[in-house]
T-cell receptor, first 114, second 113 residues
Framework: NAGVTQTPKFQVLKTGQSMTLQCAQDMNHNSMYWYRQDPGMGLRLIYY???????DKGEVPNGYNVSRLNKREFSLRLESAAPSQTSVYFC?????????????FGDGTRLSIL | GENVEQHPSTLSVQEGDSAVIKCTYS??????FPWYKQELGKRPQLIIDIRSNVGEKKDQRIAVTLNKTAKHFSLHITETQPEDSAVYFCAASKPDSWGKFQFGAGTQVVVTP
């Protein structure tokens, strides 16, 4: 009964390094999402994938890329990490089609960029 | 696009009292309104949701009300307990949005014994 699994849980990077955050869901959901959450702030959508094979930009996509590898997996890549990308990253999934369904969140990846 | 405003940003209540958080949304097409609770260092977790064809929904000490005319919805927590201390987020979603949410900024609720 894993739900949404994110790896790694913690990561420290140096400025300019690259990193891929992994996310997998076992609920056969169509849609998946990546958010970032900065201290004391809400959730901001980075990218989403409405269905397997599609991805689209959210509110704050600059500096990130995504891949929807298959229906289960949705990865987030930082090509050249910057200190401004220090944040907690959450992956979520939902049935998506037709809306009116909750999103289920993973435990998050805490990323620090020095 | 959709905009969701959430008030208050912080809320302190005595244990046993009620807490009310209010959200307003801008897009009248929105038809799904979930509420999430996020404890410190944890993931957001769904606590209750309401669809636009319903005016009120209850689950034990938690209730949500929806006023479509005024475009606002509220979370009510009765008989608050210390374990209710957390950040609460409201969200709104529209049809044909692939399940995307517009989240409110969050309310920090502190329940003091």
């Amino acid at each position: 009964n894993a739900g949404v699994t994110q790896t790694p849980k913690f990561q420290v990077l140096k400025t300019g390094q690259s990193m891929t955050l992994q996310c997998a869901q076992d609920m056969n959901h169509n849609s998946m999402y990546w958010y970032r959450q900065d201290p004391g702030m809400g959730l901001r959508l980075i990218y989403y994938s409405a269905s397997e094979g599609t991805t689209d930009k959210g509110e704050v996509p600059n500096g990130y890329n995504v891949s929807r590898l298959n229906k289960r997996e949705f990865s987030l890549r930082l090509e050249s990490a910057a200190p401004s990308q220090t944040s907690v990253y959450f992956c979520a999934s939902s049935e998506g089609t037709g809306g009116r369904q909750p999103q289920h969140f993973g435990d998050g990846t805490r990323l620090s960029i020095l | 696009g959709e905009n969701v405003e959430q008030h208050p940003s912080t809320l302190s209540v005595q244990e046993g009292d009620s807490a009310v958080i209010k959200c307003t949304y801008s897009d009248s097409a929105s038809n799904y309104f979930p509420w999430y609770k996020q404890e410190l260092g944890k993931r957001p977790q769904l606590i209750i949701d309401i669809r636009s064809n319903v005016g009120e929904k209850k689950d034990q000490r938690i209730a949500v009300t929806l006023n479509k005319t005024a475009k606002h919805f509220s979370l009510h927590i009765t008989e608050t307990q210390p374990e209710d201390s957390a950040v609460y987020f409201c969200a709104a979603s529209k049809p044909d949005s692939w399940g995307k949410f517009q989240f409110g900024a969050g309310t920090q609720v502190v329940v003091t014994p």
